[in-house]
DNA sequence: TCTATTACCTATTAACTCTAGGTATAATGC
DNA sequence: GCATTATACCTAGAGTTAATAGGTAATAGA
């Protein structure tokens, strides 16, 4: 049985690529430094982990991609499509949905 | 180079099971039941989950053990020492820091 | 007596992340 | 002119964790 994400965890460099896509196309490189701009340094995820997550994004038809040289450098853009909309929609409630389940557990005063 | 927990992810059944035996000793399979009735039926590992993070936890002081025989029925009941008091203080810190910085970039109008 | 529950356990598989590379062009410093 | 850094892409292999799928044994209940 091949869950999209395990169960429960892992998944944030994929919501990350997915949200900050969600606003303007960028390719793998710039992708990169934004997530640690947009996070003040506090995430960095490597181009290692980075191009294999918009990789398989780009497989399961959530990213397209637009090719264009820029200085005689080859950038591959990639930009949210619908499906990766809704991705982006059942990650973020299911991230949300853990958060808060752990957070009462862990606040909670006593536990029977 | 090994890390006690990947960078950043995972790490969810160990904060879950400190934090449960930190308010009362516990056996594995009472512990099982713990995590899925103070998530409210949100959040279940199994038996095969729990135990090695037990162990792997009392391997590394985190947790200490005593054996009980209750109606024919041998149980292991975990108790947290401080070093465990530690370990779930650095997760939980982890797991809080982790969670407000993604909540700050999913929430964030632009990025530009 | 047969099944379900309690209670323990491990091995294998699967998934994901991390490191560590490798290629190539352009820009910068000396 | 040459060496280094920055830009931009990529993959393979290792490491860690979790999920599945078993397996043992005793008790309780139907």
Request: no cysteine; proline share 4%.
């Amino acid at each position: 049985m091949p869950t999209t994400t395990s169960q429960f965890l892992n998944g944030v460099p994929e919501l990350l690529v997915l949200r900050l896509l969600r606003d303007k196309e960028m390719y793998g490189y710039e992708l990169v430094e934004a997530i640690r701009a947009a996070s003040n340094d506090n995430l960095s995820f490597a181009e290692g982990v980075i191009y294999p997550v918009l990789h398989s994004l780009e497989r399961d038809g959530a990213l397209s991609t637009r090719r264009q040289t820029v200085n005689g450098r080859s950038r591959v853009y990639y930009s949210v499509t619908p499906t990766g909309k809704d991705r982006f929609n059942d990650l973020l409630a299911h991230w949300q949905h853990l958060q808060s389940t752990i957070a009462t557990i862990v606040k909670a005063p006593h536990h029977a």
